[in-house]
């Protein structure tokens, strides 16, 4: 079976999932990541909030040239409605200036970010999803439909994220050039657009692929997929409740390269940049309007 699940798709797909809680809260524990690259502490790099969904420093990995990205600069997260007052405690001592909410108008209609932390200036895009609900449904009703259909799909779509978030991108680079303040990016779940934003980041700091694309899987390890799973049998209400029942029915191991990532969804995207721009650090060069001396800036403000 072959069909394209566009980035417009995969929105409506997170709404649906999280519309009832449903994806979990970062686990506290330290998760194992074996993705035979450079060895780094997951424990530390988590910030273990209450209400927060996969809320992490991006620092801390070694660069190319040997030097070491700032910790309490620059964090990624998913969706922030859930965060207690104790959470914006915490955050509150991160010295965040800047949040850029990736998802879509929708999404932040439906769920809310109440800040209340100290001020920061928020950055978004209005857009939104134009995907057929019913064809979505329809490909989700196929009793065929596998894991591999599912992997396959979700890599047709991420290289759409490069064009649907290149605003955002762009007023996120901007931010990190002409602020001192740390900086905080997220989605929904904090896994697809929020990692590719935090490969374009971790690229143009000098951190070699490899690594960038293991911050990237440790995703699977900070998302509890169990929760994530509406169960067989309850009854589901709402706007999605169809859908939602569709995800019920299937298996978890064929609904997980939706629930968690896969290398092969990061890796479309690197290639789409690669064979358009030649690089990642050329897409960010032609596509973002960020300039050699730019990253030198960058490196400067955020390397140690």
Known sequence: MKFKLTHLAFALLSTSLVAGGTLAHASTEAPQTDVGVESVSSSERLIPLEGGRNFRDLGGYTTTDGRTVKRG?????????????????????LNIGTVVDFRTTEERQTEVTQWRASPVEHISTDYAMDFAREEFARIFADPNVSAAD????MAEMYPTILDSQLENYKQMFARLLQKDEGLLFHCTAG???????ALLILTALGVDKETAIADYMASNDYLDFDAMLPKKGEQQDGPHAEMMALFARLPEDVLQPLMGVKRSMIVAAIDEMEREHGSIIGYIHNELDVSQQDIAVLRSKYLD
């Open 73 to 93: 600069k620059i964090f990624r997260s998913g969706v922030l409605n859930g965060l207690t007052d104790e959470d914006y405690t915490i955050i509150d001592g």
């Open 150 to 153: 599912i992997e396959h799909a």
């Open 191 to 197: 896994k697809d657009r929020t990692g590719i934003s």
